[in-house]
Nanobody
Framework: QVQLVESGGGLVQAGGSLRLSCAASGSIRSINAMGWYRRAPGKQRELVSTITSAGSTNYAESVKGRFTISRDNAKNMVYLQMNSLKPEDTAVYYC???????????????WGQGTQVTVAS
């Protein structure tokens, strides 16, 4: 069974940095796009950043220049380096990936359980 597991969240002071990691495991044939989303208290989930299997990236305007997404295709992992963190970055961060499981002809949308990031002012 395919699953995504995030790690790296925590509490940091404004201006600080955190690095989130997400590992995809299970019977995986291929992984297409991977990405990070977040949900702040009282708000809807929003896109933070995505990266294709070829390495093309996309960022929300609010994080451009501060966050960097990367992936290790050999390890089935995606990372989010977050610098110059602001209190408004406080949210639960979710890993997302489009994965084709082994023995499947279809690609499915998988989500991690989320990791809390809290930025103190």
């Amino acid at each position: 069974q395919v699953q995504l597991v995030e790690s790296g969240g925590g509490l940091v002071q404004a201006g600080g940095s955190l690095r989130l990691s997400c590992a995809a495991s299970g019977s995986i044939r291929s992984i297409n796009a991977m990405g990070w989303y977040r949900r702040a208290p009282g708000k809807q989930r929003e896109l933070v950043s995505t990266i294709t299997s070829a390495g093309s990236t996309n960022y929300a305007e609010s994080v451009k220049g501060r966050f960097t997404i990367s992936r290790d295709n050999a390890k089935n992992m995606v990372y989010l380096q977050m610098n110059s963190l602001k209190p408004e970055d406080t949210a639960v961060y979710y890993c997302n990936a489009l994965i084709r499981p082994s023995l499947s002809r279809n690609t499915y949308d998988y989500w991690g359980q989320g990791t809390q990031v809290t930025v103190a002012s």
